[in-house]
């Protein structure tokens, strides 16, 4: 294989498996291979930093999905291969890509998982990538929807079929052509391609029969798609098999591990499992580049957003269970303290008078006119609807974030809150600028300071974070940021990480309970103790991890479903309490914070106000909701695709909710804003 590549594309090739085997070696894991190496390479026309980013995608995804080791020869996964339902065919279109099919009628969602149908494709895909043909001229995909059924489509797999070939698989995706679509097939699919980049949404093709030869000759498709070309299924599994058995493999050997380890290159570390898929490139192939073009300080700081967290105090005092030869400590019994005692120990009052801004439906729009209005807005019209937002005049003073004693508590120097909505904690030996904290009340549907809209924590300010949970007794804290993205710092270890484990942050012990891992998001149970008074409470930290820097989610499902579990824990949590809960029926602030608490944090607090309006009144108004977000937390949606997200994804929850039967929106991406 060395004989075929160039002399700069040999040195790209031993540049990337330098930094790429420092690492395995550390690990006590085997060298990357040469030929692995060059598909990685190959796959991105050898740009060393691109198949870095590829390299670490691919390793996060495999391992989350479960794409790391599986057999052949047992069920569930021999009978998953029998079906036929994935194939790759023994010939190529005029290109020399490689041609796969996935027949959409022979998958059934009852019989299979999403875990067993990806490893069918995976360990097909794996051996027709050996051919360094298929390396260089890519894969042509056929989704062959012929004679399916609704019954047969699973929304949720199609995108992470998309997610694996497109961002996390050492292949070129050449074309993916959707054959005889059904009519229900146009609704998910109207929404599905707008989550894509344009680059990938020009190489999908919904198409017939007869269009298909225009794209790949009838020589080369089989007989059921109109073809000259037999198809012996059992053969092409006897040759994978024969192909992986005793063959060195190196591929996802570091999905196993449980700890992160950085790839460097040119003193660059990146953290794969650390930073995850999303903020390293996984998704950013999807969506817009360039957005940062604009100079103003709100743009320039779209990859810093910040995210802040805020617990409700819940009154307990904890017996601790006592272990012979175990140190650590649990919470195990709850007891509710007194109220006369509770307002003593929360001396600074939520900002809780008033009616929330978002109590009036009359300015919405029905699903109708929702869809109507995307029709004719546009992508480029929407972005054009951000920009006037952005700049309009702004409706308040900073003038406490720009005290000399508070700047140093502010994670961006242009990133300030508001003096008439921030959040206040109590003052600190009698010293008045000790009650700031970077953080702003924001109201949610029909509920005064339902969140809190906050920066990432610095360690600087850790204690105070906490004391400001204490004070506005908070259940649940929101974080959709990871500590480290692409490098960088976004937000501070503000809570113990491993469980049975605590940390002192000033008068507060945060205790971890108990940490429940999910593919998108990790729920930790902490139990906060303030020192000076020994009373407790619980508290939810869950932090989203399927939220790209820089950038959207490739879908909204699995932010709506995340959505979902926050208003489900801030519930569960509020029913705890029972009588010693007076506020509001939905209960006390949710803390919300990504990095500056402004573009991710934004883009949550949006779709959950718009999804209640949606909810009680049938309306829509995605443009006035942020409009009256930003007057409270300042430059609120960061970035025009976050803005154009929080559209997409209502249609996504008003499918998934039945509220939709049919969604066409032809042309949404026909002129594209210069930002993409």
Known sequence: ??????????????????????????????????????????????????????????????????????????????SELDTGKFTVLPTRDKTGAAISVFTASKHFLENTSHQITLQGMVYQLDVALDSLETQRCGIVFIYNMTNSKYANFDYELSLKILNLLKGAYPARLKKVLILSAPIWFRAPFSILRLFVREKLRERIYMLGPAQLTLHVAPSALPQ?????????????????????????????????????????????????????????????????????????????????????????????????????????????????????????????????????????????????????????????????????????????????ARLKSNQPKNRYSD??????????????????????LNANFIDGYKQKNAFISTQGPLPKTFSHFWQMIWEQEVLVIVMTTRTIERSRAKCGQYWPKEEETYTDYGPFRIHNNDVDQHRDYTVTSLVVTHTWSGLCREVSHMQFTSWPDYGVPLSALEMLAFRDKVREQQAQSLLSLGSHWHGHALGPPIVVHCSAGIGRTGTFITLDISIQRLEATGQIDVQGTVEKIRSQRAYSIQTPDQYVFCHL?????????????DVDLTGFDEADSESE
Request: charged share 25%; proline share 3%; with cysteine.
């Open 649 to 661: 994804a209502l249609l996504e929850f008003a499918l998934s909710r039945n509220l939709l039967k």
């Open 224 to 400: 059921d798609l109109g073809g000259s070309l037999e198809v012996n299924q059992k053969a092409w599994l006897l040759h994978c098999l024969k192909s992986t058995t005793n063959r060195y493999s190196d591929l996802c050997d570091l999905a196993s591990l449980s700890s992160s380890f950085p790839l460097v290159q040119n003193g660059v570390i990146f953290h794969p499992l650390e930073n995850s898929h999303v903020q390293n490139g996984l998704f950013r192939n999807f969506l817009s580049e360039g957005e940062n073009t604009d100079e103003s300080s709100e743009q320039l700081h779209s990859a810093h957003e910040k995210h802040s967290s805020e617990d409700r105090e819940k009154e307990v005092e904890v017996t601790k269970e006592k272990t012979t030869g175990n140190a650590s400590r649990k919470a195990t019994t709850v007891t509710h303290i007194s109220t006369d005692r509770e307002k003593h120990l929360n001396p600074a009052v939520p900002f809780t008078a008033g009616e929330s801004i978002h109590d009036d439906d009359v300015e919405g729009m029905s699903l109708d006119e929702f869809i109507h209005h995307l029709q004719q807005k546009g992508r480029k019209g929407l972005y054009q609807e951000y920009t006037e937002l952005k700049m309009k005049a702004m409706e308040g003073t900073f003038d406490a």
């Open 1 to 78: 294989m060395t004989g075929t590549l160039t002399t700069a594309e040999e040195q790209a090739v031993k540049d990337f498996m330098t930094s790429v085997n420092g690492i395995r070696l550390g690990h006590h894991v085997g060298p990357l291979s040469w030929n692995t190496a060059v598909k990685f390479m190959m796959a991105r026309k050898f740009d060393l930093q691109r198949a870095l980013l590829l390299y670490e995608a691919h390793e996060v995804v495999r391992h989350r999905e479960g794409l790391a080791s599986f057999d052949p020869t047992r069920d569930p996964l021999k």
């Open 415 to 436: 990133v300030l809150c508001y003096d008439h909505s921030r959040v206040k904690i109590s003052c600190l030996d009698g010293d008045p600028s000790s009650n700031y």
